[in-house]
Every structure is written in C-alpha cells, then in structure tokens.
C-alpha cells in the first residue's frame, strides 16, 4: 500500500479567508490560467473533429448523387419505407456510391457470404465524407478483418440463458428487455446481436409479444420494459402504439424504455406521426447509438428535436470502437455535440467478444483513459458511464479511473479529476 502525502497546512481554501481581496483575485486570476492551460491540447484538436453539422454541402451532394442513382426524389428520401426498401446491399450498388478499389470489392462479397449487411442509403450519404477505414466506413463497410479476427463467441452475453419467457430477456430485478424484432435500418459491422441477424427480416409474431406481456403483468417487481431488438422503431407505428397501450395498463409498469439507432441510421423513421404516438404513452426514454461526431448531421438534429418536443427523454449509448472513437478527443467532441441536441450521454460500452467483431475491441486502458479525460476536464453532462458487460449475462459493470485510493474508519483518501490527493475524514 502506498504511503500518500497529507494536504500542507493551509492547503485548503476554506483556510484562506483572512487573505486580502486583491490576494484572493490574484489567487483566482492563477488558477483560471492553470485551467485554461489544461485544456489547450483538445482546442487545438477540436475543429479538425468536424460533425456533420459542420458538411451540410458535403452532405446535400452524397444526398443528390444517391438519388439520381435511384432515380429518386427528395420525398423519397424523407420516406423511411423507402429508405427501407432501398438500403444497399450489393457490391455494385455501393461502388456507384464511393469508390472502391478492386480488393475492397472481393473483401466486400466475401464477408457478405458470412454475415449479412445493408446500409441506408441516408447513412450511405454519410460515407461521402468519410475516407476508406474512417469511423462511417468501419461501422458500416465489411472488413476482411470479420473473417479473419479469431475466437470470441456468438452469444457472450448468454442472453440465451436469461430468457426467462418469449421474447425477453430479464437480468436485473426490477426491469426487463422485450427484444421486438430482429430488424436494423443498418447491419451494423460491430454489432454484438449478429447471430439474431438471418436472413430473413422478422418481427416478433403477436402471439409473443403478447407472451412477453403476460409475463410482465405477471411479475410485478418490474417496473421498467426496454423494448428493443434489433430496432424497435422499427416496428410499424401501429404496432408500438398497441404495445405502448399493452404497457401503459399494466399497473406496476412504471416507465417505458425504447432502444434504436434509428435516430442515427436512418432518422426518417422520426416522423410527425410517430412522434404523435410517443406522445401519449409518456414517460417515455429513448437510448439511441451515436458513436461518432459525424453521425450528428441536420437531419438527426430535426429528428432529436421532434422527439424531445414529444416529451421523450434522449440519451445515447456509445459504443468504444477501434478506429471509429477510441480517442479522448473524439469522445469528448461526441458527447458535447450531442448535448448541444438534446441527447443525454448515458453510457460507453467497452465491445464484447462477439465473432466477428474482435478487430473493434480495445483494452480496457483506454477506456479508461478517455473516462479520465472527461470527468472535469467537461460538463458533467457529457460524461457518461464506461460499462463492462460482464460475461455470461451477470450484467453491466461501471469502471473507473480509481479516484478512491485508500478507505478506513478514519478517512479516506481520493484524487482530484487533476490528480491531486486529499485526505478527507470518514465520519462515522
Ligand atoms: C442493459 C439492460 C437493461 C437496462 O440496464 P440499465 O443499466 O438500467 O440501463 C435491462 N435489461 C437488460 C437485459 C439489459 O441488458
């Protein structure tokens, strides 16, 4: 056990009151230079980390090209049917879309014998201002690497083995996941629920739905129902609004969750009457999945604003990706671009061992790290929590930079966001 130094007499300013004006005005003047100073390293870097805010032409030019391609029209484009019905899904659609060379072709068509893949073509627009191997790209482009990374498994989570009834998935005391469809606007290339992902698109029958119900009228500790998938907005408007209804009777059902990347894939699914229905089943959270500052363009932003405007409470769920966001700087720009749109950064998952996916995962060190370069150095707003899974369903685990360095009956001892050690007592 290390030995750490006491705080010097007089280190605290509460004993720093019979200084002079003028002395406690410089002493400000100081420390506010110190402060500016520790953050000079992400102002240089933070314009260079564009949103897509920051393109909006970029954008409207990918916008044009795809639709002249599918010889479409803006009202098209805003129709999230079509956007469904036109995702991209072969080699040759997507190399009239970006460039690619010959070797991306053949890796292209080789994973997609092995694991299945579709962009819409409003996160296709996306790729035209990324480069090859940029965070849009990885997401959403097949990698070679999917065949080659080894070992991990298909399920590590055993949620196979936390299916306690049709449709559910329950680890936790008080709530639960109704998983609704095993459909996504995009099948993301880091995506931990691949082995859900036939061939086949596929709602959940009624039936089981309405299974997962009686389970949930018939438990009533649980309180909170994630409904997700796949992508639950996914379902059709009708079809969430009888579910919402279905919840909404159930006494002991006190909020209602919805998990999608939607917001961020496809943000025409955000429509007017969509939004209508959200309205009437409040209290209503929405966990969405922005994993990079590009990912926020105008068109997520108008779909952010409807839904908050329906009375939703946004908050995202990042996942920590090689080569898409494992860097300080990048988090810290994602997490303060999405406050800027009502998104609430609530978590950061460190990447499961999910076959396929391995090339994705990075240590747990640099999680941590960029949780260290968040807290204080940002509003506490854009600091979510970093999330281990912990293997086997036994449930989500925050990790942290060790900020409580000793514990007794007596005191303890913490480290500031800055590194400075503080003895604090421990009273009883
Ligand atoms: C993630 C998850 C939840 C929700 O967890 P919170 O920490 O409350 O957001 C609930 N049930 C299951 C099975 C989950 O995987």
Redesign the pocket.
């Known amino acids: 056990m290390a030995i750490f130094p006491m705080p010097p007499a007089g280190f605290d300013i509460a004993e720093k009151q019979n200084v002079s004006a003028e002395e406690k005005r410089r002493i400000s003047l100081q420390r506010a230079q110190e402060l500016k100073e520790s953050i000079r390293d992400y102002l240089q870097v933070k314009d260079k980390i564009p949103t897509g805010l920051d393109l909006v032409e970029q954008l409207e030019t990918a916008r044009q090209k795809i639709l002249s391609i599918f010889k479409a029209g803006k009202e098209q484009w805003t129709d999230w049917h079509w956007q469904m019905a036109h995702r991209i899904t072969t080699v040759e659609q997507l190399s009239q879309i970006v460039d690619l060379t010959p070797e991306e072709q053949q890796s292209i068509a080789r994973v997609g014998k092995r694991f299945r893949w579709a962009i819409s073509p409003y996160y296709a627009s996306l790729l035209a201002v990324d480069r090859p191997g940029g965070p849009i790209w990885l997401q959403a482009v097949p990698q070679e690497a999917e065949l080659t990374d080894n070992g991990g498994s298909d399920d590590p989570?055993a949620?196979a083995f936390?299916n306690p009834a049709p449709a559910i998935?329950?680890?936790?005391p008080d709530?639960?996941?109704i998983n609704v469809t095993n459909q996504c606007a995009m099948y993301c290339r880091h995506c931990q629920r691949r082995r859900n992902i036939g061939e086949i698109d596929r709602h959940q029958p009624r039936e089981v739905l309405m299974a997962a119900l009686d389970y949930i009228r018939s438990n009533p500790e649980i309180r909170?129902v994630?409904i997700t998938g796949g992508d639950a907005l996914l379902l059709s408007d009708r079809c969430l609004d009888w579910l919402l209804s279905e919840l909404d009777a159930i006494p002991h059902v006190e909020i209602k969750?919805i998990g999608t990347r939607a917001i961020v894939t496809m943000p025409q699914r955000i429509t007017p009457a969509l939004c209508a229905i959200l309205e009437k089943h409040p209290p209503i959270y929405i966990?969405t999945q922005f994993n990079h500052p590009l990912e926020i363009t105008p068109e997520v932003k108008e779909a952010c604003d409807r839904l908050v405007k329906a009375g939703v409470v946004l908050g995202n769920q990042a996942v920590l990706l090689k080569g898409v966001n494992n860097n300080p700087h990048v988090m810290k720009k994602l997490n303060q671009a999405l406050l800027r749109i009502r998104v609430r950064p609530?978590?950061i998952f460190h990447a499961k061992e999910v076959r396929g996916t391995r090339h994705f995962i990075t240590s747990v060190d640099e999680g941590i790290e960029i949780m260290e370069k968040l807290r204080g150095y940002t509003s506490g707003l854009a600091v979510p929590t970093y999330i281990i899974?912990a293997p086997g369903?036994l449930?989500?685990t925050p990790v942290l930079p060790r900020y409580l360095v000793f514990r007794d009956d007596k005191h303890v001892i913490f480290r500031t966001w800055e590194k400075k050690i503080i003895s604090y007592p421990n009273h009883r």
């Open positions: 989570m949620e936390t998935t329950r680890r936790y709530r639960l996941i909170d994630l969750r966990n609530y978590y899974n369903g449930g989500k």
